[in-house]
Every structure is written in C-alpha cells, then in structure tokens.
C-alpha cells in the first residue's frame, strides 16, 4: 500500500501484503459467512443430515453438531472464522443451538447484502439489526412459559428435543432420562437460585455393545484395570489413598553406572532396591488404606507386596481423574509419601473392578461426596460413542440451561415465527431504511422453520404461508413438526427448549452479524491473502461449500 506524500510514496505495510476495501471487502466477508452457514443448514433438525469429516490424517467423525462441523472444518478465511466463533460462543454459553446460531448470523449477513444494493448504508443495517435483536429477545421473554426448575420431567424433555437431531435419537428418551438424572444430582442451591457445574458430571466412553446400554453410575468410573492379579478386585467400604507419587524407584536422570566386583554386592544391591520398595509400601499401609490410585507408575515388586497385603491398585489415571476422585471421595492428592496420614484417606462404599467389553475399568461407587456421578456411554463402534458423547453434552446443557433459568419455549420454529410476526409490525413504528433492516431481520429469523421443513423434505414455501397466517392469528406454538411433517401447535407436540439457548441464538447471531457487517477495510499481512482469493482458492473449506466457494 502507497500513499502519495509530496511526490515520495510512503509505504506503510510490509511487501507482499494486501488489502481490500469498501464493497469487494464487504462483499467476499459476507460470502465467506454464507458459505459457512450453507454448510451447517442440511444438517438443522431432526430430519437434519448428518456429515462425514475427515481430518488430515485420515480420522473420521460423523456428526450433526454445528460446532463439531465447524471445528473439524479447519476454516481459514477470516469472516467465516468469526462464523466459527459464534458456534463457539454459543455451545460454551448454553451448549446447544450451534446450528441455528450460525444459519441466521448467515441468513442476516445474505439480507444485508440484498440492502447495501439498494444502498442502505451499512451503518443504517447495523442499528436496525440491532433494535431488532432487542426486541426480539423481548418477545422470546414474554412468550417463555415458567417452569419449575429441578422437575426431573422437564428437565428431560428439552434434554429429549436436543438429542431429536442426533445419530443417536432412537435413545434419546432413555439418554435423555440419565442426563436429567445426571444434572439432578449435581445441582447445588446458591442462594435463591441453583448452580450446575457440568464438569462436576464424568464422562466416559466404551465402544462395545449398544447406545442402550449407556449408565449413570452413582460414583466414579476410571479406565484403568487393578494391577496385580493377586490383588482383590472388589474392596467395600474402601479407604482410599490418592498418590500422584510413584511407588517404585525413580530413574536417575543422568546414565549413572555401579560397578560390581563380587556376587556379594549384587545382592545387598538388589536387597537394598527390595527394602527401598518395601519401605514405600509400609508408609502406605500405615494410612489405613485398602485401595490406591495412582498417578503414577507403580514398580512390580511394589504391586507383589500390595497384593500380599490385600490392598487394590490402580495406577497412571489421568490427572483429571485424580481431582475428580478427591471431589468425590473427599481424600487428598498426596504427592509426597513422607508426608501422609489416614486423614488424607477418601471413602467410597465399593471399588470395583468390572469388565466392560473386552477392558477392565474401575468403579469407585456410593462416594463420601453424594454429589458425584458418572456416565458410561457404550456404542457399537468408536463414531457412535463419540457421538453420543457430543450429544450427551448437548443433553447435559439444556438440562443445566433449565435448572440456570427455568424457562422454556415450543420448538420447531414456532419462536422464531412469532418473532418474526412481532417484528413486522414492530418495523411499522420505525421510519425509512431502518424499517426495512427490520423486516430483513424478521425474514432472517424464519430462516429456520424453512430450514426444519426443507430438510424433511417438505415444501417450505407452502408452510410458511400457512404457519405466518396461524401467527397472525395468534397461535404463538405454530411450528413444524418434522417426524409427521406437518404444521402443528409445538407445545401440544412436546417439542421444548431452553428460553435460555434461543436467547444466545439472538445474542450470538446478531452480534457476528454485526460485527462483520462494520469491516470495510481487510488488510493482510503477507502470509495470509485477504479476500478475495483468486478463483479455486478456497483453503480449507475442504470443498464443503457451495459454487461459490471459488470466491474466497
Ligand atoms: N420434532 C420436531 N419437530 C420440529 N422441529 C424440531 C423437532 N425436534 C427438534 N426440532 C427443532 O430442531 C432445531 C434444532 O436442531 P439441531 O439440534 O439440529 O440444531 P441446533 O440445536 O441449532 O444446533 P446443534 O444441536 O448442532 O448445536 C430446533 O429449532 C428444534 O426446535
Ligand atoms: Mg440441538
């Protein structure tokens, strides 16, 4: 870039940079966030299709998790990494509607365009958008119904509808039932409200048999075996200890050679080695423990002499385990064996170690610390459970979100039509361009039941007509109920969500709506292009997009 200075150019930026402006700027970010959003629409809803990726090294994940989709899409351009953003914004907040958040940021920025040639400034798109984005959210707030927050019954049913548009939905109703549990059992009162940490919850994931034989364990899970055959594999009213401490002689950290004249040596060496060991075992012992875990190694000898003395082991458990089972148990990590006594010993009714599949995992149940519990997800293969784990977390967080703000509303579009409904006559009380960003706004949002219907293979424009005309009415519940493809009242469908996850939806969309709206100006340092690319430079989009994928 030059500027022309008294006949001098002045050179600003470094050789090989480049720069767009104005409308070629504003125009390649918006494609790049529409090709991004038309990559997640196909897979919104129940009837929604699911996608393969496959990351550089070959690894394959099926999902229909719009932040999944996008994380393992490895996106470059930088407009659709801000689309990126907004799913993750999104599943960190309330963990759930990912998808929906991304298809109307998409479906907002496409309008805008529509605007800016017909010359509304940007400036002018953006306050619109924004006023429509509070007035929306003020009628999420009026229409949401109040319900009581740790009802187990509610808490299942959004947790059902978010897991309606997964691979593993012909479980839903039994995975959603463990996640309401699952949430139940870990919410604590602080103050007049409830406070639900979802790491408080364990997560586990066994390939072998099915989806159905998915548990909620009244305890700890950890997939590490009991070391020593000799040693029980069952151990009631257990004394734990918790060592991040190895129980066997640490390697010097240099080469360190012994020379050794006479067999004479080589035994008091070896004897010396034992007593060492025997030593460390002792110390454990005298804590009064039956059972340890350990996050470190633990020395052959050391596991003979555990096992003569009736005491189960586990060793290498990872770390998060470790602070999982000081939570749960209430023990100590002790990380010096100097330094321990019975009071950094953790209680638990029964450890146990269970064959799950073809592995050994151990089970740490009725903990001192009622609070905890895990989840064991099996699944015929790999893909399947780590699905159901994505879809579990799903289920997890609208269970939370309904525990957080007890409120909910109908699904199936129904929301978004009545926002939208609002909005129009909303618009009528604003004057000039503004009303019209308005009422793109309003199109925006319907975005989504013709979205629902598209994907179930249904005619989208025939029942938007007909659903715009019910709200009219003032059927607020009037979405699409997808499984028997027809309008219907969403409420009399049971189809529910979180207030909580259509508010982000607002909040996400509209702010990276926005955001991307107001860059006029993409200047890139050497190494990255700015938009736009030459024609079949499409970095990273993997070929997901659509035609014009070239453009970027
Ligand atoms: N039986 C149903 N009929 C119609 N719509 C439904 C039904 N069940 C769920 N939905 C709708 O499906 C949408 C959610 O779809 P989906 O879970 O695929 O996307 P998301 O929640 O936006 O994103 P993600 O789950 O990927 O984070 C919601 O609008 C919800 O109301
Ligand atoms: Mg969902």
Not at 128 to 152: F, H, N, T, W
Not at 207 to 233: A, C, Q, R, W, Y
Not at 293 to 312: C, E, N, T, Y
Not at 360 to 370: A, D, L, Y
Request: charge should be negative; aromatic fraction near 2%; charged fraction near 30%.
């Amino acid at each position: 870039m030059s500027t022309e200075l008294a006949g001098t150019p002045v050179l600003i930026l470094r050789e090989g940079a480049s720069r767009s402006r104005g409308r070629d700027a504003q125009h390649a970010n918006i494609t790049a966030a529409k090709i991004v959003a038309e990559s997640v629409k196909s897979a919104l809803g129940p009837k929604g299709m699911d996608k393969m990726l496959v990351d550089s090294l070959g690894d394959v994940t099926i999902t229909s998790d719009g932040r999944t989709i996008l994380d393992e899409m490895d996106i470059q351009h930088p407009a659709a990494k801000m689309m990126v953003e907004v799913s993750k914004t999104q599943d960190n907040e309330v963990g759930d509607g990912t998808t929906s958040a991304v298809i109307i940021a998409g479906e907002l920025l496409g309008k805008s365009e529509e605007l800016i040639d017909k010359n509304v400034h940007p400036t002018v798109i953006i306050d619109g958008y924004r006023k429509a984005g509070e007035k929306a959210l003020e009628i999420l707030e009026k229409i949401a119904i109040p319900v009581r927050s740790l009802d187990r019954q509610w808490l299942k049913k959004v947790a059902v509808t978010s897991m309606a548009s997964k691979l593993v939905a012909d479980h839903k109703e039994m995975l959603a039932d463990i996640a309401a549990q699952a949430i139940l059992h870990v919410a604590e009162k602080s103050g007049k409200e409830f406070k639900v940490d979802i790491d408080d919850i364990m997560v586990e994931k066994k390939p072998g048999e099915s989806v159905s034989d998915t548990k909620l364990i009244n305890g700890i899970v950890i997939d590490k075996e009991v070391v020593h055959p000799g040693m029980p594999k069952r151990v009631e009213k257990a004394k734990i200890i918790l060592l991040d401490a190895a129980l066997e002689i640490e390697k010097t950290e240099f080469d360190a050679k012994i020379n050794i004249e006479s067999p004479d040596q080589m035994e008091a060496f070896l004897q010396q080695e034992e007593t060492m060991i025997r030593d460390m075992v002792e110390k454990v012992v005298k804590t009064g423990a039956n059972v340890i875990i350990a996050q470190k190694g633990i020395d052959d000898l050391a596991q003979h002499f555990l096992a003569r003395k009736q005491i189960l082991a586990a060793r290498r458990v990872k770390k998060s385990d470790m602070e999982k089972l000081a939570k749960a148990t209430g023990g100590k990590i002790v990380t010096n064996l100097d330094d321990m006594s019975a009071s950094d010993l953790g209680n638990a009714d029964l450890v146990e170690e269970r064959k799950i599949g073809d592995d050994k995992m151990t089970f740490i149940e009725g903990c001192k610390n009622p609070k905890s519990v895990a989840i064991l997800i099996r699944g015929g293969t790999e893909r399947i459970v780590a699905e159901a784990e994505r879809s579990i977390h799903d289920a997890l967080c609208v269970a939370r979100d309904i525990v957080r703000e007890p409120k909910i509303v109908a699904g199936g579009g129904a929301p978004e039509l009545e926002m939208a409904r609002a909005l129009r006559q909303y618009a009528q009380t604003l004057l000039g361009k503004e009303q019209l960003a308005v009422l793109a706004y309003a199109e925006a949002m319907e975005s989504i039941p013709l979205t629902l219907a598209e994907n179930a293979g249904l005619d989208p424009i025939d029942i938007l007509s007909e659903l715009r005309s019910r709200h009219e009415k003032g059927e607020i519940w009037a979405g699409i109920e997808v499984t028997e493809g027809k309008p219907k009242n969403m409420e009399k469908a049971g189809v529910f969500e979180p207030l909580a996850v259509k508010k982000q939806i607002i909040k996400s969309a509209t702010e990276a709506a926005t955001m991307i709206l107001k860059i006029d100006d993409v200047i890139a340092s050497g190494k990255m292009k700015a938009p736009p690319m030459p024609p079949g430079g499409a970095p990273g989009m993997g070929g997901m997009g659509p035609e014009g994928a070239g453009e970027f």
